[in-house]
């Protein structure tokens, strides 16, 4: 089937553009981009985008989707109806599953899963220690032969420095790349909150923002030790970003990314004591929040992502102390984002260069683009479009967003992956 989508206001994240135009899908690729859809011919399918965005569709590198183990939570199916919502096309997901993904079984589980039950592509990442217990490395070129897009042990920190260093030397030789969370282990331990007056007022256990660059200054001596393929799921303090700097300026395979939550919200939302605010590593001070938005819109760290971690109403619904950490953001990722374009902290092509293109290059992904051969893997959005967050209408599971009963800017009209319709408002 050949679909045109006319009267588009099409967001080009490699050129760094934003123009009127067209642009022709055929066999579930972009096959032309024109400025008038005049160009267009032969007969197709007409899309009328009625003067709307049309960009890439979003690459969400790091989801958490709970199967196996707490399916309760979300399912690969809810989580692909929510990713279709949110215009995100390509979710990249973690393996702090129960049990972890951390064998070629089980990741064929997962893929096999995905592909039975969700609209939208599912890359998958496996586990860079059994268990992800930080003592023994998995069979990384197994996993990498199942299908292991990247090797990550999510929040939980290798302590044990000589396993880290054995285990990037290891995927140094098979090309792959380690996502790692850069955090010290000791001070982190038990926070809730960014230390501050705020934390101490509310008497709640925090971490200082140099745990972050300690952890990141491990690390990034490690790839310089081993010259591994190395990616930061979350820097969220501005002391980490001289470190991030020198490490590119280096030359050393580096790159970084940060949750949209951390981009939008900051330290002082936790309030009285709300759990949906409790994140790990916790929300930061403002300063931070706006330190992290500039490295953003310069390119120092290279994606955005949800980092969608669902927790059930039983695990949130506990003193701030004992909640359970992660919100969910399939569905809020576009919206949040908007705020920084609304804010005038970022323009949309550099918006979509880390939700997007960035990803996609980082992974070796042919997504991210709209350029001919591309897949047509496409979200049409209202920038402008005003509502009112209400959770209850969420198509996750869990419906743990921090944003339930915020106004909000910005609504996913359709999305379509390899030029099929996933998701339309009608």
């Known amino acids: 089937m050949t679909l045109h989508f006319i009267n588009a206001r099409l967001i080009d994240p490699e050129a760094g553009t ?13 096959t032309r981009v024109v400025a008038d859809a005049a160009e267009l011919d032969g007969k197709a399918d007409i899309v009328d985008c009625r003067g709307k965005h049309l960009a890439p569709g979003i690459v969400d590198l790091g989801v958490k989707v709970c199967e196996p183990g707490e399916r309760h939570k979300e399912s ?3 989580a692909g109806l929510a990713a279709a919502a ?42 860079l220690t059994k268990g992800r217990e930080g003592r023994e490395m998995t069979e990384i070129g197994f996993l990498m032969d199942a299908g292991a897009a990247a090797f990550t042990d999510c929040d939980r920190v290798i302590t044990d420095t000589k396993v880290f260093s054995r285990a990037l030397t290891y995927a140094r030789s098979l090309g792959a790349l380690v996502i790692a969370h850069p955090q010290e282990p000791g001070l982190s331990r038990g926070a809730a909150a960014t230390s501050g007056k705020f934390a101490s007022l509310r008497g709640l256990p925090a971490v200082t923002p140099m745990a972050e660059r300690m952890g990141l200054d491990r690390d990034i001596a490690l790839i310089e030790m081993t010259g591994a393929r190395y990616h930061a799921d979350q820097i969220t303090t501005a002391r980490a970003l001289p470190a991030l700097q020198r490490a590119k300026n280096n030359g050393l395979d580096i790159t970084a990314g940060v949750g949209i ?23 930061r001070d403002e300063d931070d929040r706006l330190a992290v938005a500039e490295a953003v819109a310069s390119g120092l760290i290279d994606v955005i992502c949800s980092m969608h971690t669902p927790q059930d109403e039983e695990s949130k619904r506990l003193p701030f102390e004992e909640a359970a950490s992660g919100a969910v953001a399939l569905e809020t990722l576009l919206p949040a984002a908007l705020r ?5 902290l970022i323009e949309l092509p550099v918006l979509w260069r880390a939700l997007s293109l960035n990803p996609a290059r980082r992974l070796g992904l042919p997504g991210g683009r709209l350029a001919p051969g591309a897949p047509a893997d496409l979200v049409l959005f209202d920038a402008d479009a005003p509502f009112l967050l209400d959770r209850a209408n969420l198509k996750s599971k869990s419906r743990n967003t921090p944003f339930d009963g915020m106004r909000m800017q910005g609504k996913v009209l359709a999305t379509y992956v390899s030029g099929s319709c996933v998701h339309e408002v009608t």
């Open 261 to 283: 939550h951390h981009l939008t919200l900051n330290a002082l939302d936790v309030a009285d004591y709300r759990t949906f605010f409790k994140l790990k590593p916790p929300l």
């Open 76 to 78: 690969y199916r809810s």
């Open 18 to 30: 934003v123009r009127t135009g067209a642009l022709e899908v055929s066999n579930g690729r972009i």
């Open 86 to 127: 949110g215009g995100v096309t390509t979710m990249i997901t973690r393996p702090d599953t129960t049990p972890s993904i951390d064998n070629p079984e089980t990741l064929e589980f997962v893929t096999r899963r995905a592909k039975e039950a969700t609209p939208v592509h599912v890359v998958p990442m496996a586990a």
């Open 340 to 344: 920084l374009v609304h804010a005038g």
